[in-house]
């Protein structure tokens, strides 16, 4: 009896290997070939054959994605916990840009001739701020089991999730007061990346100011130009409040579209749900932009 109770696990662990080794074949693969962390989850039998299936198409689409799934881990990581984190960067930035442009119109009317120098430092900045917004609230531990023990501040960050609705998952798992400092945690990452947006936001403004009085030395400004200090804690506040909310309850709803259509209904609907809900949060976010820097008073014209 005790040997038959012996080789259960080993059993187990072998059927659980199988089904990822076939996958590595169909790619022609080796676990040696994987990253290592990659791979050790192979051997582990922490990564089934779907999860992994996913990650090797995903490298094998492209050269320039592949290069980054398999030399950037953060990147990995992030694909790994979620396996739509790559069409949500994408959309991020293609909507995002979109629709800040949209109600840049929408909201400058007549006068976005006039302030073209803000709505294409807002543009450019944005590109980075958009990846930002993705990148900061993505899950990023895909197996808890295997990270490095840490100490101190560190360890004490590492078992905060995400975002406020991160899902718990085998050894990681988060208390009401865990979700709430990660909350605070995430809107102090914005705020610092809203903070170094401003001050490079500002300095292309001034650039193309200075770009286009060469081009028309007629040219005569029609504002003053922002302050710097201003304008950066501006872009701060923003991305610390406004950001970081809106896209904390977007995590919230994008999970909650996931887990539930993600049963039932087929792929593509789950990813046409999560465009749309990010196509409405940035066309909010872009009209609250304009709107939050023109009460400051940095977004205006003189005779506005």
Known sequence: NDGR??????????????????????FGRTTASLPRDVAEAV???????????????FESKTPVLGWILRHCKPFRDRFLCDDKFILKLL?????????????EISERGADIWDEMEYVASDLIVGTFVEAAFVWVLAPKVPFPTLQPPTTGLTRWMSTLPSNLFEKEMAGRSFTLLQRGASFFSSAWSYAVIGLGSGVAGTAITYGLVEGRKVIDPGYELARTLPPVVKS?????????????????????????VQDTMGR???????????????????????????RFFRFLGLHETSGA
């Not at 290997?17 to 074949?25: D, I, M, Q, Y």
């Open 5 to 26: 109770l012996e080789t259960v696990p080993s059993v187990h662990a072998k059927a659980q290997n199988e089904a990822p080794r076939a996958v590595l074949e169909e």
């Open 43 to 57: 051997g582990a039998g922490l990564m089934g054959a779907d999860r992994l299936r996913d990650y090797l198409r």
């Open 91 to 103: 959309a991020q930035e293609i909507i995002g840009n979109g629709t800040a442009l949209v109600s």
């Open 232 to 256: 950066s804690l501006g872009w701060a506040a923003f991305m610390g409040l406004s950001g970081n909310t809106r896209f904390q309850a977007l995590e919230g709803v994008e999970r909650l």
């Open 264 to 290: 039932t209904a087929p792929s593509f609907a789950t990813d046409c749900a999560i465009i749309f809900l990010r196509l409405a949060n940035n066309y909010w976010g872009g009209v609250q932009f304009v």
